[in-house]
Structure formats: structure tokens, C-alpha cells
């Protein structure tokens, strides 16, 4: 079993819509979370931390209920330009910083 | 700003050839990591290093070798290269507390 899963998609959005999506993951031990997004196979970048109470960030929202061994992300008000591939992400402190990155789950948002 | 500068930027080998992928951040961190992404997948995870003089298998060692020169750098390679290694390769750092920083990525096409 992987240690981070993701729905890959596509989500298929119309502009302006709300979309969410799951991550998963399978060892209890990892303690921080990230939502990062990525274009065309270009570098990640980090969309967002993580925090155990939930988390704002103008549009997106992200949870994580570690009871359920999950994150969330949620977009409102979708733009064009929130189309890519978002990347779930757990770090494990104690096994020397491991890095995690779940298979990314597609986002197409059209007009 | 450099960040994390990975070279060379695009490579073709033979099978059979080795070589080295070179990985160097200038943020002082002490977390350094080596993913291959290959088409309509995530990231995987294959060797990565909590500080200097330690290194960790990810889920996708074989193949592969690395070497955690000093804090600042943090090489990748291939011994014999196979067609099934054609990938894109990304170098990530990660400071105590802070998001993980990516390089731009190394296009390797093994024929």
C-alpha cells in the first residue's frame, strides 16, 4: 500500500464552482501535511500547510482528520488558473525528515 | 536568489552509461531529497538525506546511488543507466519548520 494516495482525476470544474478532493495516508507516525501544486510537470510549489484545526487561505481550504488518516482541499469560486495537478504531501520527522508526495490529482477548470 | 539549482537541465544517455546528477541549495538547509516523476504520475521518493554526512532510501532506490557532499549539496547517480530510469528528476531542501523548495528539474531520456 502507498504511503500517501490520491484520486488522480481529472475533476472536470466549471468556472466558478466549488471542488474537493481527498488525500489518504497509511502511517500514523507522520506528523506534518502540505498541499502543493504543480504545472506542467514543472517544479512543486507549495500551495499550503496543513494544521491540525483546519486552515484558510482565501480560497482554498484545507482539513486533516488524523483519526481517519486523511487531508482534504477544497476550492471555491474556481478560476481558470486553478487548473493542475495538486500534491498531497506527509512528512515524517522521525524517519529522518521523509517527504512523502501522494500520485496528484488533476484539476481542469473550464469556462 | 538561487535556491535549489539542479544540473544539467536536459540529458540523453545510452544504456549502460553513468552519470551524475548535481543538486546544490544556498538556504542553508539540512534536509535535501531526490524524487523521479514520470509521465501522469507523482513524485516518488528516492534517496533523501536529514543532514549532512546521512543519506535514506526512499521508495525507489534501485538503480541509483547519492552523495551528501557537504550541507550544500547533494548528488544523484546512475551507475548504468537503463531506458526504464527515463524520467524527470527533481532535488528538494527542506529547512527545520519550513515548506520544501524545489529545483527545476533534470529531463533524462536513457535510449
Known amino acids: 500500500r502507498k504511503e500517501v494516495e490520491q484520486d488522480p482525476g481529472p475533476f472536470n470544474v466549471p468556472e466558478g464552482a466549488t471542488v474537493a478532493f481527498n488525500c489518504t495516508y497509511s502511517n500514523s507516525a507522520s506528523q506534518s501535511f502540505f498541499w502543493y501544486r504543480q504545472d506542467c510537470r514543472k517544479e512543486p510549489k507549495l500551495l499550503m500547510s496543513?494544521?491540525?484545526s483546519g486552515n484558510e487561505d482565501g480560497r482554498f481550504t484545507a482539513q486533516l482528520n488524523r483519526a481517519s488518516q486523511y487531508i482534504s482541499l477544497l476550492i471555491r469560486d474556481s478560476k481558470l488558473s486553478d487548473s493542475a495537478t495538486y500534491l498531497c504531501?506527509?512528512?515524517?520527522?522521525?524517519?529522518?525528515?521523509?517527504?512523502?508526495f501522494g500520485g496528484g490529482t488533476r484539476v481542469l477548470v473550464k469556462p | 536568489n538561487a535556491g535549489v539549482t539542479q544540473t544539467p537541465k536536459f540529458q540523453v544517455l545510452k544504456t549502460g552509461q553513468s552519470m551524475t546528477l548535481q543538486c546544490a541549495q544556498d538556504m542553508n538547509h539540512n534536509s535535501m531529497y531526490w524524487y523521479r516523476q514520470d509521465p501522469g504520475m507523482g513524485l516518488r521518493l528516492i534517496y533523501y538525506?536529514?543532514?549532512?554526512?546521512?543519506?535514506d532510501k526512499g521508495e525507489v532506490p534501485n538503480g541509483y546511488n547519492v552523495s551528501r557532499l557537504n550541507k550544500r549539496e547533494f548528488s544523484l547517480r546512475l551507475e548504468s543507466a537503463a531506458p526504464s530510469q527515463t524520467s524527470v528528476y527533481f532535488c528538494a531542501s527542506r529547512g527545520a519548520g519550513t515548506e520544501a523548495f524545489f529545483g527545476q528539474g533534470t529531463r533524462l531520456t536513457v535510449v
Open positions: 496543513v494544521y491540525s
Open positions: 538525506s536529514a543532514s549532512e554526512g546521512t543519506t
Open positions: 504531501v506527509a512528512l515524517r520527522i522521525a524517519a529522518g525528515n521523509k517527504l512523502t
